[in-house]
């Protein structure tokens, strides 16, 4: 059963920078596209980025040039460094398998604030 454990949340200024990270365990990482998801409230969940097995990325449009997704398969982690951060950006950050099926797992989340 695969697990995944996300930190790196905190409160920020607009304009300020964090890094997420997501650990993965439980499966053969290295096989896996992954993703990052973030749910604001009352809002639905939406993609953020994703990371093919080869490295390849997407992004939301909203986040072009200001996020970056990674990969370190040694690690079996996944990273997302956030830049020039919005107030839009605040919700609770997750990671998944990418693309997901149903009964893919979540981590428990890690929650991004932007305010001043």
């Known amino acids: 059963q695969v697990q995944l454990v996300e930190s790196g949340g905190g409160l920020v200024q607009p304009g300020g920078s964090l890094t997420l990270s997501c650990v993965v365990s439980?499966?053969?990482?290295?096989?896996?596209?992954m993703g990052w998801w973030r749910q604001a409230p009352g809002m639905r969940r939406e993609g953020v980025a994703g990371i093919t097995q080869g490295g390849e990325t997407n992004y939301l449009d909203s986040v072009k040039g200001r996020f970056t997704i990674s990969r370190d398969n040694a690690k079996n982690t996944v990273y997302l460094q956030m830049n020039s951060l919005k107030p839009g950006d605040t919700g609770v950050y997750y990671c998944?398998?990418?693309?997901?099926?149903?009964?893919?797992?979540w981590g428990q989340g890690t929650q991004v604030t932007v305010s001043s």
């Open positions: 998944s398998k990418n693309p997901r099926l149903a009964d893919d797992p």
């Open positions: 439980g499966g053969t990482f290295s096989l896996y596209g």
